[in-house]
């Protein structure tokens, strides 16, 4: 069955530095998610793409984040520099359109801690 | 602002009885809801969506009802299993142009033995 694959699963990293996640998702899945939940909380969208293109990143904090998806494929997220309230799982998620009666699919997350 | 609300305080029931969740919603009218399960330490799985005009959805031993008068969901597991015992998330879209779902705080459902 296919999955949305997400490396690695665990990251420990020091305050002020830089960390990226990568995302892999279900072959033929135009649209591509970046969730960031938090323990006890739904996950909250970073970022969504349609293809290669930003399509929503309101709620991405710009200064230290960053997202991409070249060639419309996998995508990376990145952190620089990492803060300690940045600890968080982060999902990446997949759909094969951007329309509201599809599923999304998630991968198994990166859980994230900021030392 | 658009708010979604889910019991944040866990629910536990006996083996074979029914679960109910609930979620709540103000401030806009989203015309597709779905229902995730998530397990610990692991992403959310699609369970069912419902759009505004069904009232009433189901999956083998899950029901979902979607009254937009009310502003509500509630989600039913009948003849709920230990196995059933996880955090369960609504999401609702934000009918706005670009599709994006805004997801609920989560009820994490234990079923006891």
């Known amino acids: 069955e296919a999955e949305v694959a997400q490396s690695p699963r665990y990251k420990i990293t020091e305050k002020s530095q830089a960390v990226a996640f990568w995302c892999d998702p279900i072959s033929g899945h135009a649209t591509l998610y970046w969730y960031r939940q938090i323990l006890g909380q739904g996950p909250e969208l970073l970022v969504q793409f349609q293809d290669e293109s930003v399509v929503d990143d309101s709620q991405l904090p710009k200064d230290r984040f960053s997202a991409e998806r070249l060639k419309g494929v996998d995508s990376t997220l990145k952190i620089q520099p990492a803060e300690l309230g940045d600890s968080a799982m982060y999902l990446c998620a997949s759909s094969l359109s951007e329309s509201e009666n599809t599923e999304a699919f998630f991968g198994q997350g990166t859980r994230l801690t900021v030392v | 602002s658009q708010k979604i609300e889910q019991n944040s305080e866990a629910l536990n029931i006996q083996e074979g009885k029914t679960a109910t969740l609930t979620c709540n919603y103000t401030n806009y009218s989203p015309a597709y809801l779905q229902w995730y399960r998530q397990d610990p330490g692991r992403g959310p799985v699609f369970l069912l969506l419902i759009r505004e005009n069904e009232k009433e959805k189901r999956k083998e031993r899950l029901k979902v009802t979607f009254d937009t008068t009310l502003k509500q969901s509630l989600f039913h597991i009948t003849a709920s299993q230990p196995a059933d015992s996880a955090t369960y998330l609504c999401?609702?879209?934000?009918?706005?142009?670009?599709?994006?779902?805004?997801f609920g705080t989560g009820t994490r459902l234990k079923v006891l033995a």
């Open positions: 999401a609702l879209d934000r009918a706005s142009g670009t599709y994006k779902y805004i």
